[in-house]
């Protein structure tokens, strides 16, 4: 509750909103957003470093805290430090800083922006969705930085990019302004282009802009503002940018008339250095300050117009009949938090109550015209999630309003502080067709984005290479908050991978994903020589940086990781912060003392790994008889991340199972992790809560065979398995699948293992024994039956026969006899009976299994499949064109149901799938986009080139079967010749 200084703004500034320096952001124990932040916070440990106290999870905190402040120091001295010189003193003999210091120096040394006033002005043409309308339209704008000087300096040094800069002007101590350059042609010659340092990967589009004869001082008594007029370019998906058209009705100009029209929203995405591209600016995280945004736009359209604070005012733009919408200042932030969306929007008003820990923030959906209605089950989510968030975190936003939007055709979810901008796709959802997997896939998305509020937003991951502090921490929570606004399936969804482990998006199914997928390291490495990619990184800095904290959770137990989560909010509140700092903060929560003099006692290697060793430690229980004689520490690590898709080529399939060097090998099992589930000779990953594989001897899988036989023994119709035992076994059978698949364990065990899985009643009768143990056993089988192992093939054939066929006809019957194709709302169990079903039939055709013996007992859930699909988001699909959203893998397996015998003429949503995915592939926005519409077929990779270009007409067949092996250049061939078809 104490006041705070959100940011030096020194005043007066006559272009500049006031700024509330005391009522608006009342977040507690603030720390300055300058300098000395890390030592900061590091100070009780560094003093008291000699009492090392090891014990529970404590080993492998000290560790991993060891080698982030390692690694931390060694990547960027400067950032990680925040700011303060290391890497480049000041010139010694020169009076000032200048542009010709700035190519070689440190330039936010010497000064940094606090505050921004920025001005964008929007004409009617942008929000023209015709089609003559340009997609990337010129606009323009001007922006005032105000900067903070801490050393003597006649250089500005921000970052731009495709900026056409037409004045820029300097104003000092609240004088008049003088003007550095006043056209194009001068302005090139005040502004100068910077090539960063080598060993700076993160920092490029650099600008240095010459004051001249104005030299800057600490302390001037305001604070110098630097001006630009400049115009820009929209961008595609990014920067500014334009929606995808969506029907309204509009006005004709001097009239009362309306007609149908097609229309565009004006939306941003900031992240991760987009900023540049929409104003010149200092586009580092670290770098917090205030935005005072205003946008203009004709007056007679009647546009909406958001931002991340509330409006402040409406008046008259500069030019006629415009209107100029200006808002409240923000809190200090990030410029990739920066958002403004604008167009024809509805506000949708949540339909519950605020509870009393968010009461003071206004919180609205909004949408395009015509999709109000679809708008209420997030909007309540939103409600429901903020009020989780601000109650685990002790935590309130320094916000007083918060704005969800659905923006038709945008690329994924973006947590701009206050405006919120998602994927309709996603966000929409109708109860009515999308049953519990729409619900599921809405509120996950909703929370985890809301969790940025606090983790990325409040408190800010120091640079791109420490994404996985924003991206870990919220794929982490979104389950914590799923479970609080009590979305359906999340305990399953939290651990459960989808079929071969192709997860279209980042967030789903952090734990076994990461078994499954994740082969790097989760630190981002940098990007060479430009930073237009960093934050990009992979799927690791998402779910296996989850992953990690999950089992960091259950190793500490009770609320130890949130104590020591709301300690790091607290301290670091409108500052930055490492991945290291959290376990920093979860082993001061513990009690435990960590050092963080790295040459302190040495550095141990154990625990170090997950984060630094790409591919995850082996944990051999083979080699003892009894899981007490298991070592704690072991290794190696083991690239056998993931199962080898089929038609993997020997030489892949050999990488894939190396291990690596012994070096770093050592790790250290987290307590309450990998222990022994029930006292047998086996050890699995409890509640797959392990970040770790386990290599099991062949008698171990058969004790723990038997043991799933017991557990699942279910005399009942309708028998429950225990989600805690269908995970470990879930997880054993993921591992032991992928060490088969290595050579490591023999096939014949694994199949007796399968057997067992398939045979469990609650396999084939529970929703989550169909998601967790049927399914990925039949998948096991197809992946087995790809031929990876030269031992498969034989085996593999007299097991289909005598076992695969008959068990899996039966369990279709049950599965099916669950599923209605029809008629909402559709239960839960129900829509993975569904899911399940569908991935079903992808792993029979994959194994030679007659289809048409099998597409009678499925089609009821196929339909019911392709109709969640092609509906998932409910918004806007018809039947003519149904819209399949790239991340929806339903829709691949519902264009498998209808391309089953005899199923797929009656499926109702299953009919225009075909054209719908080739849609899909066609439209998509980006190269990304489009792969992910392709890299949903592998779970139909079984099927024959025939049935290819049934599905996706017959120019995309070669185009995927290229695509597969030689990477996205040829899928981008293979769309300009679909095109071009
Ligand atoms: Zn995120």
């Not at 940011?7 to 320096?21: F, K, L």
């Not at 282009?193 to 010459?210: C, F, G, K, Y």
């Not at 990953?685 to 062949?698: D, E, I, K, P, Q």
Request: net charge neutral; aromatic share 6%.
């Amino acid at each position: 509750m104490a006041p705070i200084q959100p940011m030096e703004v020194e005043g007066p500034w006559s272009e500049m909103a006031p700024i509330n320096r005391q009522d608006a952001f009342q977040v507690p124990k603030p720390q300055s957003v300058f300098g000395g932040i890390q030592q900061n916070a590091l100070r009780p440990f560094k003093q008291r470093w000699g009492m090392l106290v090891l014990g529970g999870g404590a080993i492998l905190l000290t560790a991993i805290v060891l080698l982030f402040l390692t690694l931390g120091s060694r990547q960027g001295p400067a950032e990680a430090q925040g700011g303060k010189t290391i890497s480049a003193p000041p010139p010694p003999v020169a009076p000032s800083f200048s542009c010709e210091d700035a190519a070689a120096g440190e330039p936010w040394d010497w000064a940094t922006p606090t505050a921004y006033n920025l001005t964008l002005k929007l004409e009617a043409g942008h929000f023209d969705g015709g089609v003559d309308a340009p997609n990337h339209p010129r606009f323009n704008a001007s922006a005032s930085i105000a900067w903070r000087v801490r050393r003597r300096t006649r250089c500005l040094v921000v970052q731009a990019r495709g900026l056409s800069v037409r004045s820029v002007a300097l104003r000092r101590g609240g004088g008049a302004r003088r003007v550095l350059c006043a056209d194009a042609v001068a302005c090139r010659a005040t502004l100068r282009e910077l090539r960063p340092r080598s060993d700076d990967t993160w920092r490029t589009d650099l600008v240095a802009v010459d004051l001249g004869a104005d030299v800057l001082d600490p302390g001037e008594g305001a604070a110098p503002a630097l001006t630009f007029e400049y115009t820009g370019v929209m961008g595609a998906g990014a920067g500014l940018h334009r929606s995808q058209a969506f029907a309204a009705e509009c006005v004709a100009p001097g009239t009362s008339d309306r007609a149908p029209c097609a229309r565009a929203l004006v939306a941003t995405q900031l992240a991760a250095t987009h900023a540049r591209s929409v104003f010149p600016c200092v586009d580092v995280p670290r770098f917090r300050a205030v935005y005072n945004v205003a946008v203009e736009v004709p007056g007679e359209v009647g546009l909406t117009v958001l931002s991340n604070s509330p409006i402040l005012r409406v008046g008259m733009g500069t030019t006629p009949g415009s209107l100029r919408h200006s808002f409240h200042p923000t809190p200090p932030m990030p410029t990739y938090l920066l958002a403004v969306a604008a167009g024809n929007l509805v506000a949708v008003k949540p339909g519950l109550p605020l509870p009393k820990a968010v009461e003071a923030l206004q919180v609205q959906a909004w949408v395009v015209p015509g999709r109000e209605g679809l708008a209420a089950f997030s909007a309540d989510v939103a409600v429901k999630s903020l009020a989780f968030y601000t109650a685990w975190t002790g935590i309130e936003q320094p916000l007083t309003k918060v704005d969800f939007v659905a923006i038709p055709g945008k690329q994924g979810a973006m947590e701009n502080w206050g405006l919120l901008l998602f994927d309709e796709r996603r966000f929409l959802h109708s109860q009515a067709t999308g049953g519990s997997f729409g619900a599921w896939r809405a509120a996950d998305v909703v929370c985890h984005e809301v969790a940025h509020q606090w983790f990325g937003n409040l408190v800010t991951g120091t640079n791109w290479t420490q994404l996985a502090f924003n991206e870990g921490l919220a794929s982490f929570l979104e389950y914590h908050c799923l479970t609080a606004v009590g979305a359906p399936g999340e305990v399953l969804r939290y651990r459960a991978p989808l079929p071969q482990a192709r997860l279209p998006g980042v967030h789903e199914g952090p734990t076994l994903r990461a078994l499954c997928t994740d082969a790097s390291p989760f630190r981002p490495a940098m990007v060479a020589a430009s930073d237009a990619a960093v934050g990009t990184g992979g799927v690791e800095v998402y779910s296996k940086a989850a992953t990690f904290l999950r089992m960091l959770e259950v190793a500490l137990g009770g609320e130890t990781l949130q104590i020591g989560l709301q300690a790091l909010l607290h301290e670091r509140a409108l500052g930055s912060a490492n991945f290291g700092d959290i376990l920093v903060a979860a082993a001061a929560a513990q009690g435990t003392i960590i050092s963080t003099d790295p040459l302190a006692g040495g550095l141990p290697e154990t625990g170090t790994a997950w984060a630094t060793q790409p591919l995850l430690p082996l944990r051999n229980a083979s080699a003892v008889a009894a899981v007490g004689q298991l070592p704690d520490r072991a290794g190696p690590f083991c690239a056998t991340a993931q199962l080898p898709a089929a038609g993997l080529g020997a030489e892949e399939a050999a990488r894939q199972a190396l291990c690596l060097p012994a070096a770093g090998a050592a790790w250290t099992l987290p307590a309450g992790t990998g222990g022994v589930a029930d006292q047998s000779a086996w050890a699995g990953s409890v509640n797959a809560t392990g970040l770790f594989r386990t290599l099991h001897s062949a008698a171990q899988l058969e004790a723990l065979a038997a043991w799933a036989t017991q557990v699942g023994a279910c005399p009942g119709a309708d028998c429950a398995l225990d989600e805690g035992r269908a995970l470990t076994l879930s997880s054993a059978l993921h591992d032991s699948a992928a060490l088969t698949l290595a050579g490591l364990l023999p096939v014949e065990s694994l199949l007796d293992f399968v057997d067992a899985m398939l045979r469990m009643p609650a396999a084939q009768r529970t929703g989550p024994g169909r998601y967790l143990l049927l399914v990925p056993g039949l998948e096991t089988l197809v992946a087995l039956s790809a031929g990876a192992n030269a031992d498969c093939p034989g085996a593999m054939a007299a097991y289909a026969a005598t076992v695969i066929e008959p068990g899996a006809i039966s369990a279709l019957a049950g599965v099916a006899s669950r599923v209605s194709d029809t008629g909402p709302p559709l239960s839960h169990d129900a829509t993975l009976g569904a899911l399940s079903a569908t991935q079903l039939a992808a792993a029979l055709i994959a194994l030679d299994i007659d289809p048409a013996a099998t597409g009678a007992a499925l089609c009821p859930a196929l339909n019911r499949t392709a109709l969640m699909a092609s509906t998932a988001a409910g918004a806007t699909a018809s039947a003519a064109a149904p819209f399949i959203s790239p991340d929806v893998e339903g829709a691949v397996y519902a264009a498998l149901g209808a391309a089953l015998p005899g199923c797929g003429a009656a499926a109702p949503g299953a009919a225009g799938l075909p054209a719908a995915l080739r849609r899909c592939y066609l439209l998509a926005a980006d190269d990304s986009a489009a792969e992910r519409c392709l890299l949903a077929l592998p779970s139909v990779r079984g099927l024959q080139a025939g049935q290819w270009a049934w599905a996706l007409g017959a120019g995309a067949a070669q185009g995927v079967a290229e695509f597969e092996g030689k990477g996205l250049e040829v899928a981008t061939r293979a769309r300009a010749r679909l095109a071009a078809a």
